[in-house]
Every structure is written in structure tokens, then in C-alpha cells.
């Protein structure tokens, strides 16, 4: 079998350190792997299973020799080391914002439009995670009926923000049992015991980049042009997970045991009915793990028969971030 190599951009992060673990778990078939991250962290240990890898920085000839790059940095630094990485003739499979709408970068999601990925131009970029456990809930029924509306609220974890989001509620917790004041600088406010409906930067049309990515990216996933999204983006004190509720206006009627039916056939997706006798999912039913559980199916009594309601959970750490963009790599190397 061949063997690929493999270098993660940006390895010491929650999103790096969980590519690292899904690469072994998944039994990829790695050649040579590399660890790379900032000058302050070179020279700290990693593990990809039982490989120990020693961290080196990053820089523009880091990547020569490599078939993939998967980045889990800033948009700052993907667009930084975008050139060098395709000029070493490397695939970069991008965690971050940077090149998501780019016409010329496809957005993918294996399950849903694996064909995307093979026009790719050296560059592919992973979804946002809120988008992906959405689009991936709602994949089955996307095929069989258009949808031309969505409203969704996401109540999403602080681990979105990334190990100091974990941090900042963890301190909050040891504060509220042993004393002490409680400070935020990740957050805007308090997370303990609160929900901000406020992620991402505010834009003038009232919405925030967070929101405004469930339409801009949904719309190009599920090549649908005209799809308009209403959302609004929650972050609650859980540590992983996300969770969204869904109202879908579609093109023509669909009954809830034909919605339920599509959840439960889309690959990736479990349509929840017995959870300890519950028809829903929970952030930790779904938490370490690469399915996207799918509940409370119901009519939208707003839209009737053209409506469906539904609620949903997945890891955005796994399948939202990190196994998305292996998934893309096996994708790819399935037809080499």
C-alpha cells in the first residue's frame, strides 16, 4: 500500500492535536509525518497513536516532499503559507475561513459533494463546523427535496473557541466551587451558568460572520444559489459538541416518516430513537466521535407539509474540524 505524506499546520492547537489522534484511529496510510507549529513550540513532543513526533516551525520549506497539508491555523497564517504549500506540489486541506469562498477552492464535505473536491487547484477548505454537523443532519433530505429556506440557531460548545474556550470555563468552575473571581477574556461575558448569542464579528446587515458562514457556505456545499439562511449563533457552557435546531422550508411537501427515512440512509448521519428512551441527541451522546446524530423530527407547523423541523448534535472538534479533513484526504487518495 502506498504510504502519503503528511504535514499538520499547526499541530499543537485543539483542532492539530485532534487530527494528529483521528490519523491513527483511522489508520491512514502515513509515510513521513510532520508536526509543525510556531517557533515557541519547536522541540515539544506530540503523538499521532504511538508515534512520537518532535515539533518543528513552520516555514516556507517545511512542506516540500508532502502529498497533503492539513492547517488548523489562523486565516493569517493559511493564506501565509497557501503559495509555498502548493508550490511543493502538496494538497492543502484548510481548517480555516481563508479561501472558503474562494471561486476557485472547492468546500467540501465527503458525504455530501465528494466530486467537488477533485477540482481542486492545490487548495481544498473545510467547512465551518456548525456548518457541517447542520449540512450533514439535513444531507438526506437535500436529496430528494430542494430546500429554499433554513432558519437555525446553534448552541455551540466553548471548545469552538478553542483549548483556551476549554480553559476559560474550566477556571470559571474551579472560581464558582472553591472561591475566587471569575474572569473572561476569551468570551465577552461570563460563560458559566450564561448562553452569549453573539459568536464571530458583528457586520452591518445585524448578523455576525459566525452566522452569516450557515448561508454563504451552505449555499456553495449544497450547490444552492438561492437558499437563504436565518441564523443566530449561541454559545452555551458545554465543553464539546454542538447542537443546532433546524427549520427547513422545501420545494415541494415531505412527510416526517419520508424526512426521518432520508436522515436515517445519509451516510454519517443516525437518526436518534431510542437514546435511554429519548428521540434526541445531547452534546455528550455525541462528543468523541465522528456521527452526527439527528432527533426530534417533527412537521414546521409554519411552512406545513413543505416544512420540517428537526434537532441535531455532532463533534465539531472531529467531524466538524479535524476527521472532515482526513476524510477529504482518503477521499482523494481513493482515486490516486
Not at 493564506?79 to 479561501?99: M, T
Request: aromatic share 4%.
Amino acid at each position: 500500500m502506498k504510504k502519503w505524506n503528511i504535514a499538520i499546520l499547526g499541530a499543537t492547537g485543539a483542532v492539530g492535536q485532534e487530527m494528529l489522534k483521528v490519523l491513527a484511529e483511522r489508520k491512514f496510510p502515513v509515510g513521513e509525518l510532520k508536526a509543525l507549529a510556531s517557533k515557541s513550540s519547536a522541540g515539544k513532543t506530540v503523538y499521532s497513536g504511538e508515534r512520537q513526533l518532535i515539533i518543528e516551525e513552520a516555514t516556507a520549506e517545511s512542506f516540500k516532499g508532502m502529498d497533503f497539508v492539513l492547517g488548523a491555523v489562523s486565516n493569517e497564517m493559511a493564506k501565509k503559507f497557501a503559495p509555498a504549500i502548493v508550490e511543493a506540489g502538496a494538497v492543502f486541506i484548510d481548517n480555516s475561513s481563508a479561501f472558503r469562498l474562494d471561486k476557485d477552492v472547492p468546500l467540501v464535505v465527503p458525504q455530501i459533494n465528494p466530486d467537488d473536491a477533485f477540482a481542486n487547484k492545490g487548495i481544498i477548505a473545510n467547512p465551518n463546523c456548525s456548518t457541517i454537523v447542520t449540512l450533514m443532519a439535513i444531507s438526506g433530505i437535500a436529496r430528494i427535496r430542494k430546500i429554499e429556506t433554513m432558519v437555525a440557531c446553534t448552541y455551540q460548545a466553548v471548545s469552538g473557541a478553542g483549548r483556551e474556550g476549554i480553559e476559560e470555563l474550566e477556571n470559571q468552575i474551579k472560581c464558582e466551587v472553591l472561591g475566587g473571581e471569575k474572569t473572561h477574556k476569551v468570551f465577552p461575558t461570563q460563560i458559566l451558568s450564561n448562553a452569549i448569542p453573539c459568536i464571530g464579528s458583528a457586520l452591518d446587515n445585524g448578523y455576525t460572520t459566525e452566522e452569516m458562514k450557515m448561508q454563504n457556505e451552505g449555499r456553495k456545499i449544497l450547490h444552492l444559489p438561492d437558499m437563504n439562511v436565518c441564523c443566530t449563533c449561541v454559545r452555551i457552557p458545554v465543553m464539546r459538541s454542538h447542537s443546532i435546531s433546524v427549520q427547513l422550508k422545501l420545494d415541494s411537501a415531505l412527510s416526517v416518516e419520508e424526512a426521518k427515512a432520508a436522515i436515517a440512509s445519509a451516510p454519517g448521519c443516525v437518526l436518534a430513537s431510542d437514546l435511554d428512551g429519548r428521540d434526541y441527541p445531547t452534546p455528550l451522546d455525541t462528543s468523541d466521535q465522528d456521527l452526527v446524530f439527528v432527533g426530534r423530527v417533527r412537521r414546521d407547523l409554519i411552512n406545513g407539509d413543505k416544512g420540517i423541523a428537526l434537532w441535531c448534535c455532532g463533534d465539531q472538534i472531529r467531524k466538524g474540524a479535524a476527521t472532515n479533513c482526513i476524510e477529504i484526504a482518503e477521499l482523494l487518495i481513493s482515486k490516486a
